[in-house]
């Protein structure tokens, strides 16, 4: 289930004094399965470029394809492709408006043809599958804490069974443990359905952590598209651009510069940690020989 943008460009305001190029000559192909990072900082072309994914908004020029298949095409069912791609954006609030917790996720699947019996069975499974708990399932969705609007509003997404999901920092305004506990049920997600995941973070530790393909925006443009390791090599670079690598990688240099033979491209406390180690060991066998 692949997406695929061919030279994509997209222009808010054409031919007008307020003019700007949110996306310059996009090349990208999502293959199914991987799990996604997307970063760049405030006005990079990030949230445009998502919202291209699910054809919530049209190029003005170029070409996106979901499995082959313009979707932009006269008669492409653009509403299935959204049931299949599915968005969550940054801001639960704007998808929650039901009475109820459990009667606001089963909006999707019934919107597909399901019955509310049926529509009840998948709500449920992908409300636990997101870590809220049973009790709160009638609730209304706006006595709910940030954390689980936001649980939630992924649960009313994944209730649809998309074979793509988008998230568009979803752990924003949530404090660590909460931020934690999301993207741990993300990753548990993309192991478990085996769907493809599309992250978008300001936070560099997250996307280092969680994700197997990074890729850097600015102005528009794609400035970087690699594994997190070889983009993070790139520090320096991405400073100019008004990014950062994760904290660790600093930390790494900062070692190796003074002397300790450390892997100055861990991303993760994990593969410092043990690299680390392994330079402490070996120079205190050099002390010893």
């Known amino acids: 289930m ?3 943008l061919e030279n994509v460009m997209y222009t808010y305001s054409p031919g007008t004094a307020y003019e700007i190029h949110a996306l310059k000559n996009i090349n990208l192909d999502i293959p199914d399965g991987q799990f996604i990072g997307i970063i760049g900082h405030t006005g990079s072309g990030k949230s445009t470029l998502i919202q291209h994914f699910n054809a919530l908004v049209k190029p003005t020029s170029g070409t996106i394809t979901y499995n082959g298949d313009d979707v932009w095409a006269d008669k492409y069912d653009r509403r299935a492709l959204r049931s299949e791609v ?34 009840e069975k998948e709500a449920r499974r992908a409300l636990l599958q997101v870590g809220f708990k ?15 609007k936001k649980r939630v509003a992924i ?5 649809m069974n998309p074979k793509i999901l988008i998230l568009d920092e979803p752990t924003a305004g949530l404090d660590p443990k909460g931020r934690d ?10 192991k478990m359905r085996g769907i493809t995941i599309i992250l978008v973070s300001h936070s560099m530790e997250d996307v280092a952590k969680y994700v197997d393909r990074l890729i850097v ?16 090599k790139h520090y320096e670079e991405l ?35 043990e690299s680390i180690l392994k330079a ?8 010893h020989a």
């Not at 649960?155 to 209730?159: E, K, N, T």
């Not at 506990?181 to 993309?190: M, S």
């Not at 402490?280 to 002390?287: H, I, R, T, V, Y």
């Open 2 to 4: 692949s997406i695929k």
């Open 86 to 119: 599915g968005l969550v954006f940054q801001y639960p609030e704007h998808q929650l408006f039901e009475n109820d917790v459990l009667s606001d996720v089963c909006f999707g699947p019934m919107n597909q043809g399901l019955s509310r019996a049926e529509a």
């Open 134 to 148: 049973e009790e709160n399932f009638s609730k209304s969705p706006f006595e709910l804490s940030g954390g689980q």
């Open 155 to 159: 649960a009313g997404v994944l209730a």
């Open 181 to 190: 506990d999301i993207l741990d049920q993300i990753a548990e997600l993309h």
């Open 217 to 232: 925006m600015n102005h528009g443009e794609v400035a970087y598209d690699n594994t997190p390791k070889e983009v993070f």
């Open 239 to 273: 400073e100019k651009i008004g990014l950062a690598a994760p904290q660790i990688t600093y930390i790494m240099h900062a070692l190796k510069d003074n002397g300790l033979p450390v892997d100055a491209d861990a991303t993760t406390v994990a593969e410092a940690a």
């Open 280 to 287: 402490l060991k070996e120079k205190g066998g050099q002390k």
